[in-house]
């Protein structure tokens, strides 16, 4: 039995509803928590200094991150993306 690319897709919602109940919401938090590390680390005057090479990069992969996770909910709630507030 086949299920069509409607079904397929609101299977895959069940990851993005921001339930936080899903491995792939887990590793969103936890992306947003390295990145607020990140970001506070950045305004340490000698810690910025020393470390900005690595904190330049971790905030690169976190943008990358976010930008592949707001493309994901887009293919996945369509027309709906922007109905929700969260996104």
């Known amino acids: 039995m086949k299920t069509s690319t409607y079904e ?4 895959l919602r069940r990851y993005v509803d921001g ?3 899903t491995w792939y919401e887990h590793f969103m938090l936890a992306v ?3 990145n607020t590390i990140s970001l506070g680390l950045e305004t340490v005057k000698g810690l910025s200094e020393q470390f900005s090479r690595i904190l330049f990069w971790v905030d690169q992969i976190c943008l990358w991150l976010f930008i592949a ?4 909910k887009f293919v996945v709630y369509n027309k709906d993306f ?3 507030s969260w996104n």
């Not at 397929?8 to 299977?11: A, I, T």
């Open 82 to 84: 922007f109905c929700r």
């Open 32 to 34: 947003i928590v390295v």
């Open 69 to 72: 996770e707001l493309i994901f």
């Open 8 to 11: 397929k897709l609101k299977e």
């Open 19 to 21: 339930g936080a109940d």
